[in-house]
């Protein structure tokens, strides 16, 4: 059975340094039944010359690029970009710094193909450049009270968009955790067994550690419809263990 075809949008700004090997991840998939979509903020920097020169080779391989260049109003505006440009059954988003192993899109199209139900997010396993591993199963009662899976490499249902609509763009960083939040715990997933994606533990959220807390407190309170008093303690909980871990770095640095 042929699987649906698989959209990857990829957002990137002035990433010359990392844009090539994400590019050359999807490039080199084994399962080409997909589209490649690029949405860039109007890079300074060498960038978009790096995305053009990857044209005529997509073009070889029959598999359809796609890329725009202009200004956004952050992340998850230009993940919308994407999205309205996608024509996959399957979305994922895979980050400038991010990247694919071999055969990661095989091995999720053929978890769905082999699936008999209907999803709105298949994911797998995630590793950070630093070692970490997301390897934990969704589950309602947990997701409500922090973002325990990695949305990067992770393949949503353009029918969830649809029904839950695009991501809020009044977030910068906890956006994708928030529109996976709108269906509760009616939100159906799959889980890949297997480790696909490295991801960069340079990215914003990784950076901005405090926003993000605050930001994915917005989305339990409003979206979760987690508790105040819920929400806060885990707020202050963070912020803690963050504080206290980078008071033993520098003891022992």
């Known amino acids: ?15 010359a340094a990392t844009i090539k090997n994400t590019i050359e991840s999807v490039l080199n998939q084994s399962h080409t039944n997909i589209e490649y979509i690029l949405i860039d903020g109007f890079s300074t920097d ?3 010359a790096i995305i053009k020169s990857y044209e005529s080779i997509f073009q070889e391989k029959k598999i359809a690029y796609k890329w725009i260049s202009e200004p956004d109003k952050g992340i998850y505006d230009a993940f919308n970009k994407g999205i309205k440009l996608a024509t996959g059954k399957w979305i994922s988003f895979l980050g400038s710094d991010d990247y694919y192993l071999e055969n990661a899109l095989a091995l999720y199209a053929e978890k769905i193909a082999d699936s ?8 797998s396993k995630v590793q950070v450049e630093d070692g970490k591993i997301f390897k934990d199963t969704w589950s309602w009662n947990r997701f409500r009270r922090k973002m325990h899976i990695a949305h990067v490499g992770a393949l949503q249902n353009k029918e969830y968009f649809k029904k839950y609509g695009l991501f809020d763009t009044s977030y910068a960083i906890a956006g994708d955790y928030e529109l996976l939040l709108r269906a509760k715990e009616k939100l159906k997933t799959l889980k890949l ?17 405090i926003k993000t807390y605050k930001e ?9 419809g987690v508790s105040k008093f819920s929400s806060m303690l885990d707020y202050y909980l963070w912020v803690l263990k963050y504080k206290v871990k980078i008071i033993i770095n520098a003891i022992f640095r």
């Open 1 to 15: 059975m042929k699987t649906p075809l698989i959209t990857i949008i990829t957002v990137c700004y002035n990433s």
């Open 193 to 209: 067994e297997e480790l696909t994606v490295i991801m960069s533990k340079g990215g914003i959220s990784n950076t901005q550690i």
């Open 46 to 48: 060498n960038t978009l």
């Open 216 to 224: 994915t407190t917005r989305a339990k309170l409003e979206t979760a």
């Open 116 to 123: 008999q139900e209907e999803y709105d997010l298949v994911y």
